[in-house]
């Protein structure tokens, strides 16, 4: 018996090749395992994340209370005092041209009140809102939706509201180029902020159905207009013929409130110096509706169940009474 | 193929990848840098790896579970993983082949025959596992400083690559320092040039890994061993034998390390790797019980012996301050391998092999060491934790570093805290301006804060002699230029102040300020310094203060331990 | 040799050989399960830090509240005569302990100083107390601090240890296995803190027996601030805090009783005096189940309002007890 045999030699070559398959099967898999890599766990993002046809440029930014002045200096008390919770910033620049980029902030409002706030608040006069982010067009499907995405374009910036969060996006010039990249962006993210149901805010459904100016709302937290009694006050352009006046209400626990809210608004109105003037309009007059000069522009204030409402800052005074009327028969609905 | 080709082929192969995978541990993600290749791969094969410290901490650490394969292995096919995988082991073959070349036949039998006191290494894996073993008493992790694993990636990545570096700047882009690497690379070479003096010296005499696996290795089913009694007794089986295994009569299968050398080398085709004993005879671990138990037992008094240095209790020293993520001191002390990952990846090399200042035991552990490095600790940077083998630095998340997201009620990890030594500080004792220390600090809001003071500068009390515009003439001789650095001002009698523009030897100019209409008598020439101070709430430790602290020999600023976030005991503030 | 005999060697060897390794590779993947620990450690301090088990607190000792049996205040020279009225005042010693009960008793040992120095709780009112105790059949009485100086010291030289055994009471000294880490509900200080709590295991009841001294940080250190003496670790950093860490040490422990003793008090330089002429003969003994309360009478022999020390409010408003001291309607005599 030869042990040496050549089946013996065969199984060594075998067994041999078999382990090289194993290493080199090691080889390869090692290799697959490496290119699969998130460098975030180093604590170092990926130096690039495209976005589009942007590139992430430097490192994402993330600011709390503690240092969010440093990133928006004074506007900083705006956005603490409407609950900001922290700020994330990135700068990206066009794959094509890396000259034209922007910078986006998503505040954290901790709700979608706060964002909308912050945001009817900023809104630029020239803005043009956008299409295709579920925003209502009409205060009639704004009761039954409600409202919960909002963005508009104005000059080189984008702001949305989404959900819980606020957004900007600002361009490096005004370039139609990069406002349709950025564009793009603001519907990526309107899928990724998707809101939901409890963000709606259904009160932007109370203003009169015909003749409100959509998209002209603005919701204010605390302190509207000045006084600090009237808070989570929404308020809305209104077409009331030919003139536009701003219209307003606010939803308090009870009538009562309501009244004692009116009341005291009326009161600030004239330790201002605020002019009583008589009210013309019947309806008016019933609902106890009280009319001001306040400096040649007219304030209206009035309760109706548990609204207070008005008008800001109406340079007509029919048109302004017109216009409350509408906004009372509206809110005595809502009130039913 | 011959059997023993393949396995040179396999030796090769796992050597380079583990060159490869030390060349690869730097922060990046060029395909030679970290990304994601398995750098720790071949330290958590290693089973002596998993073994020490499930005796330490009484747990099997996840990702070491590959040694579990090499364990079965081991158990069916005996102690492949010396002959066939371990980078170590490739080196002292290859060093002993050299040292072996030339010589006479009967030499190298002579080198290669088994010697009773290959025992000792098996006392050696006895005693560090008794070390370890007694938490209550003070258990200790020190198998590192001998598994093969460990002490090759440490003299890899903190003194080879480095020396190589400092010509070619190939892996790093500044040259390394490892405080301590001499005596990381004293050992290495030592194990490395015994070769010369039998060859495996170090597999033979020192390994406890190989020790462990030759123990288990005792119920292989296959091993090495003589198929016939028939033998001319010849030995050129031992010619080339690895593991001084005595194939050629009682063989110590517990040395054997699967070289098959002896194999190839029988010309009468006597030696087989088979399923029965060698029919010379074979013998499993030769070690003496009273060894054994001696050896165990003196580790276990060893660990405690260590521990009353006090190093571990109140007589911490300052200077151990762990990278973030580090378990406090005892837990850390029962993971920690030195195997150097932490400290070659870090990409400010600001962590370092320790001496003796966390005690005997914490030899080589990692510390921080603010004056070496680019900069200290950096505030987005995780890449020790995530390194580390044993997790004696937790794979934390940049969240957890700087106390974000669902850290924001635990706040960042504290690694010290920084302490402003004010007989050295420039504002604090020279009456120089600095402020380098406050302007550095990565803390938002800033951890360094400063206090402003005027002070008269030194024999600064001259009287005016006259005002010409905004120049002020004085009566005394003042160094010319001296006081024109914007740091310097005019303090006047009715307690106004201006800011000194230029200045001749006997004359000053204002910028800044109204000089007082009556402006008579003395004036004082006072620097404005901002003072440094460090708000112990907001300091993280990270030391970047310290290195730019322009006092380059003993810092202004240092980081010590107190307050870091691993240990309770260490606590500054409520 | 012979062949077959060589072959069936073979097949049983490989049969013994294969059984042994498959029990090994079983044992092997056993262990390596059972210990099996995926995650490794986690970021929490008591897995990293402390090797003793976290407590969740200390028992209720206190015994049912008796309106109009809360506060006595006896003067006298003699410290035995006093706590004994002071007790009796109360409902007498029965109130306090029933036959069985494993009493401890907790002085202020702090200090290597003689009783004559006031520093520490002066040996006296320990005999009277344990007297007391064993006289209704306590099975055992515990006298035990966690001292500041080394303790062997403080327990001979403040004469504590001389008296509580020769009164029967068993001294425990302080050790490192006696400590374990407890966080107080609702506190703040107080968390993963080591506290001397294996003392009190066994107990049923415990009194707190404090001189009245003046302290630099705190104003007075009297019942309430003798419980710091639980505190283990390096304690002195509460200093940093020292009114909220007093308030938290007195939610923490509910005595059965506590005893004042103002008949030297000591005036300046507490809390360790060092001269006879910082004390001041007060002869008062206070006893009470309202330890803010004893605090607050207490402040008026050091010269100070209840309003002086924060920490009284601050435990009162914690609910802890009554600062207004007199509302209690305390209960005063004097012996001679």
Request: overall charge positive; aromatic content about 10%.
């Amino acid at each position: 018996m030869h042990l040496y045999s050549g089946r013996a030699r065969t199984i060594e070559s075998v067994v041999g090749v078999l382990i090289l398959l194993i290493m080199i099967a090691t080889a390869v898999g090692i290799y697959i395992i490496s290119q699969d890599y998130n460098m975030a766990r180093f604590g170092i993002a990926s130096q690039e994340e495209s976005q589009g046809d942007f590139t992430s440029v430097g490192k994402a930014e993330t600011y709390n209370n503690d240092n969010l002045y440093e990133k928006i200096d004074g506007k900083a008390p705006m956005y603490q005092e409407a609950g900001f919770i922290k700020l994330d910033t990135q700068r990206f620049a066009a794959k094509s041209n890396s000259e034209l980029g922007f910078e986006i902030y998503i505040y954290d409002m901790n709700n979608a009140k706060n964002a909308f706030s912050v945001y009817s608040r900023q809104k630029r006069a020239d803005a043009t809102d956008l299409g295709g982010l579920g925003a209502p067009a009409s205060p009639d499907s704004l009761v039954s939706r409600g409202g919960s995405a909002f963005g508009y374009v104005a000059g080189n910036a984008i702001c949305l509201s989404l959900g819980k969060n606020y957004v900007e996006m600002i361009g490096s010039a005004e370039s139609n180029e990069l406002v349709d990249g950025m564009k793009g962006i603001a519907k990526d993210l309107s899928a990724k902020f998707k809101p939901t149901e409890k963000d709606k805010i259904a009160e932007l459904g109370y203003f009169p159905v015909v003749d409100t100016v959509a998209g002209s709302w603005k919701l204010q937290i605390d302190n509207a207009f000045g006084f600090d009694g009237l808070t989570d006050a929404y308020s809305a352009l209104y077409k009331s013929g030919d003139k536009t006046v701003s219209i307003f209400f606010s939803k308090r626990r009870n009538a009562d409130e309501a009244k004692t809210v009116a009341k005291n608004y009326y009161d600030f109105l004239i330790t201002n110096g605020a002019k009583a003037i008589s009210v013309d309009s019947e309806i008016l007059k019933s609902a106890g509706a009280s009319v001001v000069d306040f400096y040649g522009s007219f304030e209206m204030v009035f309760s109706t169940g548990i609204f207070v409402g008005g008008v800001h800052e109406a340079n007509d005074k029919q048109a302004a009474e017109k216009a409350a009327e509408v906004l009372i028969g509206r809110l005595k609905e809502i009130n039913d | 193929m011959k059997i023993t080709t393949v396995r040179r082929i396999n030796q090769l192969f796992f050597f380079t990848l583990f060159v490869w995978f030390c060349i690869v541990a730097t922060v990046g993600e060029k395909f030679w840098q970290i990304r994601n290749w398995p750098v720790n791969w071949i330290l958590q094969l290693d089973p002596l790896v998993a073994l020490g410290t499930i005796v330490s901490t009484r747990k099997f650490y996840g990702p070491l579970h590959c040694a579990i394969g090499v364990v079965i292995l081991t158990i069916i096919f005996g102690r492949f993983f010396c002959g066939w995988i371990c980078p170590f082991g490739a080196i002292h073959q290859f060093v002993g082949y050299l040292g072996n070349r030339g010589k006479k036949v009967a030499e190298k039998i002579y080198l290669n025959k088994y010697r009773k006191v290959q025992s000792i290494k098996y006392l050696i894996l006895v005693f560090f596992l008794g070390m370890a073993a007694f938490p209550s008493l003070a258990g200790t992790l020190q198998t590192g400083l001998l598994d093969p694993i460990p002490l090759v990636t440490r003299s890899f990545q903190l003194v080879l690559l480095p020396i190589f570096d400092r010509g070619t700047y190939l892996t790093s882009v500044n040259a390394r320092y490892y405080e301590f690497g001499w005596l990381i690379f004293a050992v290495f070479a030592t194990a490395v040039l015994l070769n010369l003096v039998i060859p495996r010296f170090y597999c033979r005499f020192i390994c406890p890994l190989g020790a462990f696996l030759g123990i288990i290795s005792r119920f292989s089913i296959w091993r090495i061993g003589k198929t016939r009694s028939a033998c001319i007794n010849c030995k050129m089986c031992e010619k080339a034998c690895e593991g001084g295994c005595e194939p050629s009569g009682n063989i110590k299968i517990a040395e054997c390390v699967l070289c098959f050398n002896c194999r190839d080398d029988c010309k009468h085709d006597l030696i087989t790797y088979q399923t029965v004993p060698s029919l010379a005879g074979e013998t499993q671990v030769d070690v003496s019980r009273r060894g054994v138990v001696l050896s165990f037992v003196s580790g276990v008094l060893a660990a405690p012996a260590i521990r009353l240095s006090g190093k571990v209790a109140s007589n911490w020293y300052t200077g151990v301050v762990r990278p973030p993520g580090a378990l406090a001191e005892p837990e850390f002390l029962k993971r920690c391998l030195k195997c150097g990952q932490c400290m070659r990846v870090c990409p400010t090399n600001v962590i370092q092999p320790a001496g003796l200042e966390g005690g005997l035991e914490g030899l080589w552990t990692p510390i921080l060491n603010n004056r070496i490095g680019s900069s200290g600790c950096q505030l987005n940077c995780v890449a020790c934790g995530q390194v580390c083998p044993t997790s004696a630095i937790r794979p934390i998340t940049l969240d957890e570093k700087r106390g974000l997201g669902e850290f924001v009620s635990a706040g960042p990890i504290k690694l010290g805290t920084a302490f402003v030594d004010q007989g050295r500080c420039l504002p604090w004792s020279m009456d120089k301006p600095c402020i380098v220390c406050q302007e550095n600090c990565p803390v938002s809001p800033k951890a360094i804060f400063t206090k402003d003071v005027f002070t008269t500068a030194r024999d600064g009390v001259v009287s005016i002699k006259q005002v010409t515009g905004s120049t002020i003439e004085i009566d005394r001789g003042i160094p010319a230029d001296k006081f024109s650095t914007g740091d310097y001002y005019v303090l006047f009698e009715d307690g106004s102040r201006c800011k000194i523009s230029s200045n001749t030897a006997t004359s000053v100019g204002i910028s800044e300020g109204k000089i007082p209409a009556a402006a008579v008598g003395k004036i004082e020439i006072q620097v404005r310094l901002q003072r440094p101070c460090v708000d112990i709430e907001k300091c993280i430790g990270c030391g970047v203060c310290e290195h730019e602290c322009p006092v380059s020999g003993k810092k202004a600023i240092r980081v010590t331990a107190e307050g870091e976030t691993r240990s309770t005991d260490r606590r500054l503030l409520l | 040799m012979t062949e077959p005999n060589w072959r069936n060697i073979a097949r049983r060897q490989l049969l013994i050989r294969g059984a042994k390794a498959a029990a090994s590779i079983a044992a092997t993947v056993g262990v390596a399960r059972w210990l099996y620990d995926p995650k490794g450690p986690g970021a929490k301090k008591e897995e990293a830090g402390f090797s003793g088990t976290f407590a969740k607190g200390l028992p209720d000792f206190s015994v049912p509240r008796k309106d109009g049996q809360v506060l006595s205040i006896v003067k006298g020279e003699d410290r035995a005569k006093t706590v004994n009225k002071a007790i009796e005042l109360l409902g007498g010693i029965e109130r306090f302990i029933s036959p069985g009960d494993v009493v401890v008793i907790k002085p202020n040992v702090g200090f290597a100083t003689p009783p004559i120095l006031g520093a520490t709780t002066h040996p006296d009112v320990i005999t009277a107390v344990v007297k007391l105790c064993y006289a209704k059949k306590a099975n055992r009485v515990i006298v035990t601090d966690n001292s500041i100086n080394d303790p062997a010291s403080c327990f001979t030289i403040s004469g504590i240890s001389k008296a509580a055994s020769a009164a029967g009471a068993q001294v425990v000294m302080p050790k490192d296995s006696y400590f374990s880490p407890l966080t107080l509900e609702g506190g703040s200080l107080i968390k993963d803190w080591p506290v001397y709590c294996a003392p009190f295991a066994k107990a049923n009841k415990l009194i707190g027996i404090a001189p009245l001294k003046n302290h630099h940080r705190s104003a007075g250190s009297m019942t309430m601030k003798n419980w710091y003496g639980l505190l283990g670790g390096r304690r002195n950093v509460f200093h940093q805090d020292i009114n909220n860490i007093i308030a938290e040490l007195a939610m923490l422990v509910k005595p059965t009783l506590v005893i004042l003793d103002g008949t030297v008090t000591m005036m300046t330089n507490g809390p360790t005096g060092g001269s006879v002429s910082d004390l001041k003969k007060t002869n008062t003994m206070i006893a009470s189940c309202d330890m803010v309360a004893a605090d607050a009478f207490g402040s008026t022999l050091l010269n100070l309002k209840p309003a002086d020390l924060p920490y009284l409010s601050i435990a009162e408003k914690a609910g802890v007890g009554t600062v207004d001291y007199e509302s209690l309607k305390p209960l005063r005599a004097e012996v001679t």
